[in-house]
């Protein structure tokens, strides 16, 4: 695949034009769509699981809401965290974000209304990643600097389990049942505890740096696992698969540099691709069964952090350091 680097403002609108006269892909307004409006570099960002919106938020404490489609016009502005956003996750019916900052707190609001209905303060230092399960009772995870793992219930004030490893965790995640949490942290290692027996039931270990982040794939086999060593790692999580051997897939290709972003990565729909950020200034995608790159793809002017895969159309969603967010179609 050929990379073309922009070297000016105008040579990035003469590749817009071009791209406009490409057969279209998707039901955006333009094969690339740019948003800007952010005051700060962008941490986090995700499609809404219905495909109609999307959010991001990072340095400047809000969350910012975009339309997909026509101008994505940004219709709500989320405030409420008085530090940076570290991670936002929407839930699966798209009604609640659950968001994670640097001031300690956890916050979940209501798309419908834009109010926070919660605001766990449980954690006693920076909470660096949340997410919601995907079924069953209303429970989110969160993992912070103090070494903690907390799994909540929406409904009750207190998280109703504790985990407590030895070193500050970057990332979590369930997994597909709900009846684990996978951790990573600075000890590079991926933890799985068991929320029936509240004991770490294994340990997925192949990673040399800091885990930035976890993603339970579409189907709930694999998780993706991103690194400060510069590696994706993908690993089957099926409840039954030998320990040793759970290691899949590794790819290549990112970079992370001193600025020790935790950068995301994503699963496509289907599960055939999957994406990073990368502190080079590219996205980097690639196909999960020949671990090849397929796209890397240039426009930001600084280190890409959170990438994401639309849920029903080829459109693949990047924000960075540089505080611009991307929609472009993929083929």
């Given at each position: ?7 000016s ?6 590749q ?64 409420g ?14 009604r ?41 009772p ?37 997994n ?153 179609e993929?083929?």
């Open positions: 695949m050929q990379v073309q680097r922009y070297t403002f105008d040579a990035y609108n003469r817009i034009d071009h791209a406009k006269q490409l057969p279209r892909l998707s039901n955006l307004q333009a094969p690339i769509m740019l948003c800007n409006g952010h005051g700060g570099e962008i941490f986090t960002a995700q499609f809404s699981p219905d495909g109609s919106c999307f959010a991001t938020a990072g340095y400047d404490n809000q969350i910012f809401l975009w339309n997909v489609y026509g101008d994505c016009e940004n219709f709500a502005v989320l405030k965290h008085t530090g940076s956003v570290m991670d936002l996750k929407f839930n699966t019916d798209s609640l974000i659950f968001s994670a900052g640097t001031e300690h707190g956890v916050r979940v609001w209501d798309m419908e209304t834009g109010a926070c209905v919660r605001n766990a303060k449980a954690h006693k230092d920076i909470v660096n990643s949340v997410h919601p399960c995907r079924r069953g209303q429970l989110f995870v969160s993992a912070g600097d103090d070494k903690l793992a907390l799994v909540h219930d929406i409904r009750q004030k207190f998280p109703v389990k504790k985990y407590e490893n030895k070193f500050p965790q970057t990332a979590v995640t369930f597909d049942t709900s009846d684990q949490i996978f951790v990573g942290g600075i000890d590079n290692t991926i933890k799985a505890w068991d929320l029936r027996k509240d004991q770490i039931e294994y340990v997925l270990r192949g990673h040399n740096d800091t885990i930035t982040d976890l993603v339970l794939s579409p189907d709930g086999r694999f998780i993706l696992s991103n690194s400060m060593d510069c590696a994706l790692k993908q690993w089957d999580v099926r409840p039954f698969t030998p320990s040793p051997s759970r290691l899949v897939n590794s790819f290549f290709g990112h970079q992370h540099n001193f600025e020790k972003n935790l950068l995301k990565c994503a699963w496509s729909p289907d599960g055939t691709r999957i994406a990073s950020g990368s502190s080079d200034r590219y996205v980097y995608a690639w196909e999960t069964a020949s671990r090849r790159i397929l796209y890397k793809l240039p426009g930001h002017h600084g280190s890409v952090n959170a990438v994401d895969f639309h849920p029903t159309e080829p459109i693949l969603l990047s924000a960075g350091s540089d505080k611009r967010i991307f929609l472009g993929i083929a």
